[in-house]
Nanobody, 123 residues
Framework: QVQLVESGGGLVQAGGSLRLSCAASGRAFSSYDMGWFRQAPGKEREFVATIPRSGGSTYYADSVKGRFTISRDNAKNAVYLQMNSLRPEDTAVYYC????????????????WGQGTQVTVSS
């Protein structure tokens, strides 16, 4: 059984920074690509970033490119999302997820999800 638990969300002013963490339990964490998604009120869940199992080439949504950085520590079974220069439009619940199969940009390609952590950016 795989469990993903996010932490690090909170309230921050525009221009500020937050670092989200996702702790994974279960075996073979290092065998899977991992991703971050977010969902704002009244909107669909959207892709934010993904990192391969080896921690190599990463991919980002255009809206966060240059501001967010995804990383992972396989020894700690953890994945992180460093968020800088935050904007009010980044306000959402952020989820980490394990990629199972298929297009990395689609939520349907991920099989395990955390419960989410709220990020609120005030203007």
């Amino acid at each position: 059984q795989v469990q993903l638990v996010e932490s690090g969300g909170g309230l921050v002013q525009a221009g500020g920074s937050l670092r989200l963490s996702c702790a994974a339990s279960g075996r073979a964490f290092s065998s899977y690509d991992m991703g971050w998604f977010r969902q704002a009120p009244g909107k669909e869940r959207e892709f934010v970033a993904t990192i391969p199992r080896s921690g190599g080439s990463t991919y980002y949504a255009d809206s966060v490119k240059g501001r967010f950085t995804i990383s992972r520590d396989n020894a700690k079974n953890a994945v992180y999302l460093q968020m800088n220069s935050l904007r009010p439009e980044d306000t959402a619940v952020y989820y980490c997820a394990r990629h199972y199969s298929g297009n990395i940009y689609y939520s349907s390609s991920y099989d395990y999800w955390g419960q989410g952590t709220q990020v609120t950016v005030s203007s």
